[in-house]
């Protein structure tokens, strides 16, 4: 579904990634943990092309597509993403936030898109609020409708980059049981997040990074539980406790 | 999905009438009535007079229709200037910021009564004549009143100047985040701009362009140095001929005052219609900005 | 303001080039440098009429806007709240007499209507075109002073302190509104005095917020002498304009633009390197444009 060959990525005289290869099947959730600074968010922005590899090379569904002759937009349509801070557009009501991008970019008509939108804000349990502007919706509530802008794309796959990170402990609950639903209805989920019960419950497999490098892979219980690498179990041991 | 649903929790944009407000207005007319009426006490004249009013009257009359001209021509240009200029600035091209901002640093730094004259008294010899030709065939424009448009023009490049950082701050303001929430969900360039970027610098834009066009409104009064057709040029014109007319000195006072009185009203108006379109697009979260 | 020593050789850059496109299209021999080293001892003088007519109507105005921006910023309580306070006092068996009472209403009153007097002058002022008011200040002092030598001069300025006593107050209001009650609150439940609270608190952050604003505020007015002109002052526009008319139309407005940028980017930069000397992250305030 998505394939990574040998990522790189530099800025300036940073190497921030420095050879990342992964694969993810159609279903998966790979969770990728990983210290402050190890590039987790500029690895993500690779898959949809918000930050360009230097070299290496991102498959979608078999085709590569960080070539010249795919234009990113396309890219993106195809992948879903959910940001730390939600960034939900100011300007614009919960239930137009998440019918924007149908009506912009998949030129759907209006009224379709907003029903469609108003399907998928009952779906994250916000059918009540497709009026609110963001700065009216708590944390959580945001999150909820920056997955629902997401999924209105009808994406292929969703990335997550520490989409609880940003909010209060009572709010975390909510977005976790949106996106544990999401992949029991056989989402394929990249998930950058520290929120271990999650991981261990819902990731099929989780990837440890750090500078820029893959250190170790495996299931949640082998990474969590049996950590082969020395780094592995310092960090783990640190998030765990 | 298993997510409790929550209820509907909308604040409300405040009232645009209001008991408070209206007591405000009615205050103000009664200070702007008590104003006057001490000033001719004081200064001894009568704002009123019909023998004044016969004469000045046609003069006030033309004068306010030809200010109402000059923000219709001037308005438009300065905003197009002006937010063209401020996208220059933060479009990133050194080649269109470099000049926007020169641009902007010499309207700014310079008196607008400077470039003004110097636009209306010799801008002129800096238009080929064949164009002027051509502008006198198209819009049959009069040689005349060519330095006057000049000058009007002179006036919007300054107003624009002031606008470009206004829409500048605007554009900076909009967070690195909500455009890449629009690129993630595989938006183009020129739809980012469109549906994300404009609308929100256009709202966080209004209350600081309500000031400007009342600015813009006052400094259309600086034609009336050159002798334009709108309300000082041709009230100074009628106060210049009250000695040889026959007339009293104090009128001056009263014109004076009336033209004041005029443009007070304008911008009254012109603010409030601003800060009504601006409730009216009111969104929560964007108007906690002051720029 | 100015960001950039690019921008001032951005803007004589802008300038040579106009220079040369009057050449070739008035036909005229371009710019007369001889011009400038002959006569800019004349430009600089003119320009000290300027200065001169800026710094008296800023420094009388300040002490008006000083005024005006404490009479607006003060907040007084409405004759409700006054009764039911009484009235409250009275129950508790702790109320000061009926004469008490009504001199603490009178004051009340007094200070409401003082504040609604330098609401409207600043309203007033900020409604009408200074060049109005410059016009209007002359009307009035040729009518009464005809004869006077410098009336226009006079007049000139009392336009300008009484515009720019608005505008700082203006200024004033913001910067008192922003420090009072909770800051001085705080104060005094450290047990500072009242005027220790005003001396250590109110107007170190006062001052702060308030000069960046009164700093343009002075190159706004500065800007703003140039519509002396208009009334035979004897300063820099008239000399330029007159100059222009003596066949020196091009060297004239280079030498008016080039020394106001250089005044009010001079003085801009000088406050810049202050106000980030000074800087405290999250005090500001915006400066009110006329
Ligand atoms: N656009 C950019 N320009 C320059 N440097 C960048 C840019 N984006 C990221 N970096 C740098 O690359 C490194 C990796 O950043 P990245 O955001 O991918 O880390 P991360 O693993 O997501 O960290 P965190 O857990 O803090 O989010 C950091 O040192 C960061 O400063
Ligand atoms: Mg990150």
Not at chain 2, 20 to 26: E, H, L, M, P
Not at chain 2, 38 to 53: A, N, Q, Y
Not at chain 3, 150 to 166: D, H, K, Y
């Given at each position: 579904m998505i394939r990574t060959e040998d990522i790189h990525k530099h800025f300036g005289a940073l190497h921030v990634l420095r050879g990342i290869t992964l694969e993810v099947t159609r279903g998966d959730v790979l969770v990728i943990i990983g210290p402050s600074g190890s590039g987790k968010s500029t690895f993500l922005r690779c898959i949809n092309l918000l930050v360009r590899p230097d070299e290496g090379r991102v498959f979608i569904d078999g085709v590569q597509v960080n070539r010249a002759d795919i234009r990113p937009e396309w890219v993106r349509q195809q992948v879903g993403m959910v940001f730390q801070s939600f960034n939900l557009f100011t300007h614009l009501t919960a239930l137009e936030n998440v019918a924007l991008g149908p009506i912009r970019v998949k030129k759907a008509p209006r009224d379709e898109a907003e029903t469609k939108a108003r399907q998928l804000l009952a779906r994250v349990g916000l059918a009540a609020k497709e009026q609110s502007y963001p700065a009216e919706l708590s944390g959580g509530q945001q999150q909820r409708v920056a997955i629902a802008r997401a999924l209105a794309m009808d994406p292929k796959a969703m990335l997550f980059d520490e989409p609880t990170s940003a909010l209060d402990p009572e709010y975390i609950r909510e977005v976790l049981d949106v996106m544990a639903n999401l992949a029991h209805e056989g989402m394929t989920m990249i998930v950058v997040t520290h929120e271990m019960g999650f991981a261990s419950s819902v990731a099929s497999r989780i990837v440890f990074m750090d500078g820029g490098i893959i250190l170790e892979e495996g299931r949640p219980l082998d990474i969590f539980e049996h950590p082969k690498n020395e780094r592995t179990r310092a960090f783990v041991s640190k998030i765990l406790r | 999905m298993a997510v409790a649903t929550e209820h509907v929790g909308r604040t409300r944009a405040p009232p645009i009438f209001?008991?408070?407000?209206?007591?405000?207005?009615?205050?103000?007319?009664?200070?702007?009535?008590?104003?006057?009426?001490?000033?001719?006490?004081?200064?001894?004249?009568?704002?009123?007079?019909?023998?004044?009013?016969?004469?000045?009257?046609?003069?006030?009359v033309r004068g306010f229709w030809g200010t109402l001209g000059y923000i219709a021509l001037i308005l438009p240009i300065s905003v197009g200037v002006g937010f063209a200029a401020g996208w220059a600035r933060v479009s990133g091209h050194r080649m269109l910021a470099w000049p926007a901002g020169a641009f902007v640093d010499f309207f700014r730094g310079v008196p607008p009564i400077v470039v003004i004259l110097f636009a209306f008294l010799f801008g002129v010899d800096f238009i080929p004549l064949r164009v002027q030709l051509f502008l006198q065939d198209v819009f049959g424009t009069s040689s005349n009143s060519l330095p006057f448009t000049l000058a009007a023009f002179a006036v919007a490049f300054h107003s624009g100047a002031y606008q470009a950082e206004i829409f500048r701050a605007g554009f900076q303001s909009i967070s690195r985040g909500q455009i890449e929430a629009a690129e993630a969900l595989?938006?183009?360039?020129?739809?980012?701009?469109?549906?994300?970027?404009?609308?929100?610098?256009?709202?966080?834009?209004?209350?600081?362009?309500?000031?400007?066009?009342?600015?813009?409104?006052?400094?259309?009064?600086?034609?009336?140095?050159?002798?334009?057709?709108?309300?000082v040029g041709l009230s100074q014109e009628f106060t210049a001929q009250i000695p040889i007319s026959g007339g009293q000195i104090v009128w001056a006072f009263a014109i004076w005052s009336s033209v004041a009185l005029t443009y007070f009203v304008m911008t009254f108006l012109v603010t409030r219609l601003l800060r009504l379109i601006e409730r009216r697009f009111r969104t929560p979260g964007l108007d906690v900005m002051s720029l | 303001m100015f960001r950039s020593v690019e921008s001032v050789l951005g803007i004589l850059i802008i300038i040579g080039a106009g220079a040369v496109v009057y050449d070739v299209l008035a036909g005229s021999r371009g710019l007369d440098l001889g011009y400038f080293q002959a006569n800019w001892l004349r430009y600089a003088r003119a320009v000290q009429v300027n200065l001169l007519a800026t710094s008296i109507a800023f420094v009388v105005g300040m002490g008006i806007g000083f005024l005006v921006g404490w009479a607006r910023s003060t907040r007084?309580?409405?004759?409700?709240?006054?009764?039911?306070?009484?009235?409250?006092?009275?129950?508790?068996?702790?109320?000061?007499?009926?004469?008490?009472?009504?001199?603490?209403?009178?004051?009340?009153?007094?200070?409401?209507?003082?504040?609604?007097?330098?609401?409207?002058?600043?309203?007033?002022?900020?409604?009408?075109?200074?060049?109005?008011?410059?016009?209007?200040?002359?009307?009035?002092?040729?009518?009464?002073?005809?004869?006077?030598?410098?009336?226009?001069?006079?007049?000139?300025?009392?336009?300008?302190?009484?515009?720019?006593?608005?505008?700082?107050?203006?200024?004033?209001?913001?910067?008192?509104?922003?420090?009072?009650?909770?800051?001085?609150?705080?104060?005094?439940?450290?047990?500072?005095?009242r005027w220790g609270a005003m001396r250590h608190v109110v107007l170190p952050q006062a001052l702060r917020l308030v000069v960046p604003p009164l700093t343009n505020e002075y190159i706004g007015l500065f800007k703003a002498s140039a519509l002396l002109y208009f009334i035979s002052v004897f300063e820099i526009t008239f000399l330029s304009k007159q100059e222009a008319y003596q066949g020196h139309p091009f060297e004239s407005f280079a030498m008016i633009t080039g020394i106001f940028l250089l005044i009010t980017v001079t003085i801009a930069r000088v406050v810049q390197y202050f106000e980030a000397r000074f800087r405290i992250p999250g005090l500001g305030i915006e400066p009110a444009r006329d």
């Open positions: - | 209001s008991l408070s407000n209206a007591a405000r207005i009615v205050e103000m007319v009664i200070g702007g009535l008590l104003l006057i009426s001490i000033m001719s006490v004081v200064l001894k004249f009568d704002i009123r007079d019909p023998r004044l009013w016969a004469g000045y009257g046609p003069n006030f595989g938006m183009r360039h020129f739809q980012t701009m469109r549906s994300i970027i404009l609308p929100q610098t256009v709202r966080l834009s209004l209350p600081p362009l309500g000031n400007e066009f009342a600015v813009l409104i006052k400094d259309t009064s600086l034609l009336g140095a050159l002798g334009a057709t709108e309300l | 007084t309580q409405p004759i409700r709240k006054i009764l039911s306070d009484f009235h409250q006092a009275k129950v508790q068996g702790t109320a000061r007499g009926r004469s008490a009472l009504a001199v603490t209403i009178a004051v009340a009153g007094v200070r409401h209507y003082l504040r609604r007097i330098a609401d409207g002058y600043v309203e007033a002022i900020r409604g009408t075109p200074l060049f109005v008011q410059i016009i209007f200040a002359y009307a009035v002092a040729t009518t009464f002073y005809p004869r006077l030598a410098g009336v226009e001069f006079f007049a000139g300025v009392v336009a300008l302190t009484i515009n720019t006593g608005a505008y700082q107050g203006e200024t004033f209001r913001a910067g008192l509104q922003t420090v009072h009650t909770g800051q001085v609150e705080a104060a005094r439940a450290l047990g500072l005095s």
